[in-house]
């Protein structure tokens, strides 16, 4: 059981950052999770989120390489850490059983 909460955003962010495998930076996880849920996402919100998972344990951050694109800047990419992963495990089983237990209902 984690022992951080995760927040309903939180766990959307870091689902997106573990399904980009270590290759995740704040607008490649924007734009995975636009592209998933069909809204609008404001990058400041998932960079906040992205501070919060980090400060929680569930995410880590490197710097990677400049690009000529970024004007010589750095990206900060992002990765799922075995806490963050398990976290996300322990969100699935919930979710799971909330599930089940409203498929249950539907049969009656």
């Known amino acids: 059981m ?10 959307l962010v870091l689902l997106a950052t573990a399904s980009l495998n270590g290759e995740g930076y ?3 996880i924007q734009e995975q999770l ?4 069909a809204q609008v996402i404001s990058v400041g919100a998932v960079y ?10 569930y995410v880590h951050s490197r710097m990677g390489g400049a690009t000529r694109e ?3 800047r750095r990206k900060r990419m992002y990765r799922a850490t075995a806490s963050g992963l ?6 699935q089983r919930i979710r799971l ?4 237990a409203i498929e249950s209902l539907e049969a009656i």
């Open 26 to 28: 704040g607008v490649s």
């Open 34 to 37: 636009e592209s998933e849920s």
């Open 48 to 57: 906040a989120a992205l501070d919060r998972l980090e400060r929680k344990g």
């Open 2 to 11: 984690p022992v951080d909460r995760l927040g309903g955003f939180e766990e």
């Open 86 to 91: 398990e976290a996300l495990k322990w969100m």
């Open 97 to 100: 059983g909330l599930w089940s």
């Open 70 to 72: 970024r004007g010589g």
